[in-house]
C-alpha cells in the first residue's frame, strides 16, 4: 500500500538555525500538507499546497516558514531560523483532492535547543 | 470558525467491552469527518471518513461511526476492545467548501484494561 514517507525521522538543531524537512507523498496525490503536534496538544495545520503554490496557510505559518516541491516527487518544508517554541512533530499529508482523506506519514520530531 | 469537540481526554474499557469515543464539530453546514488513530511514537492513521451518503460509516479494525446531523455529532463505536485498540483517537473535519484545512480535536487516549 502507498505511503507518505518523511526524513529525518528525528532533527535536533540549535536555536537560530535553517531546518529542512522533507516528505515524499502518495505519488498520485495532488495536495500535500504540513501539519504539527507540540508534545501533549493537538494536531494543527500549518499549510496546505496545490499545483505549486499554497492554498492555504495559518497563523502559525509566518514568514519563518516556507514550503517547496523541488522535484516531482519531494515536498519540503523550511524553518530559516528555529526558536525552541518550534520543537514538535512535522507531519507531512497527502490526498487525492482538496476535500478527500489525508494520508499522514510518520512524523519528523523536531527538537530546538 | 469551525471547531471539533472531544469529550473526555482519557477513556478507560475493559477487553472485550464496547469503545465509545465522542466527537461533536461545530459547523451548522454539515463537513467531511474522519477518525484518526496514533499509536505510541508512529504518526497518525486514517481509521474511517464520512463525506456523503450512508451516515454509518465503518472503517478499519472493527471500527464504525455514525454522522447524526441533529446532534452535530460523529461517535466512534467498536463492539468489543482489544488490548491493541490503545492508543490515541482524533476526531477532525474538513469544510465542505473546499477549505484544505483539516481541523482536529484534542484526542482521546483509549485505555484497555486485561
Known amino acids: 500500500e502507498p505511503e507518505v514517507t518523511q526524513t529525518p525521522s528525528h532533527q535536533v538543531t540549535q536555536m537560530g538555525q535553517e531546518v529542512i524537512l522533507r516528505c515524499v507523498p502518495i505519488s498520485n496525490h495532488l495536495y500535500f500538507y504540513w501539519y504539527r503536534q507540540i508534545l501533549g496538544q493537538k494536531v494543527e495545520f500549518l499549510v496546505s499546497?496545490?499545483?505549486?503554490?499554497?492554498?492555504?496557510k495559518s497563523e502559525i505559518f509566518d514568514d519563518q516558514f516556507s514550503v517547496e516541491r523541488p522535484d516531482g516527487s519531494n515536498f519540503t518544508l523550511k524553518i530559516r531560523s528555529t526558536k525552541l517554541e518550534d520543537s514538535a512533530m512535522y507531519f507531512c499529508?497527502?490526498?487525492?483532492?482538496?476535500?478527500?482523506?489525508?494520508?499522514f506519514g510518520p512524523g519528523t520530531r523536531l527538537t530546538v535547543t | 470558525a469551525q471547531s471539533v469537540t472531544q469529550l473526555g481526554s482519557h477513556v478507560s474499557v475493559s477487553e472485550g467491552a464496547l469503545v465509545l469515543l465522542r466527537c461533536n464539530y461545530s459547523s451548522s453546514v454539515p463537513p467531511y469527518l474522519f477518525w484518526y488513530v496514533q499509536y505510541p511514537n508512529q504518526g497518525l492513521q486514517l481509521l474511517l471518513k464520512y463525506t456523503t451518503g450512508a451516515t454509518l460509516v465503518k472503517g478499519i479494525n472493527g471500527f464504525e461511526a455514525e454522522f447524526k446531523k441533529s446532534e452535530t455529532s460523529f461517535h466512534l463505536t467498536k463492539p468489543s476492545a482489544h488490548m491493541s485498540d490503545a492508543a490515541e483517537y482524533f476526531c477532525?473535519?474538513?469544510?465542505?467548501?473546499?477549505?484544505?484545512?483539516?481541523?482536529f480535536g484534542s484526542g482521546t487516549r483509549l485505555l484497555v484494561r486485561p
Open positions: 477532525a473535519v474538513s469544510d465542505v467548501d473546499s477549505s484544505y484545512k483539516l481541523i
Open positions: 499529508a497527502s490526498s487525492v483532492s482538496g476535500v478527500a482523506a489525508r494520508y
Open positions: 499546497f496545490y499545483n505549486n503554490e499554497i492554498s492555504e
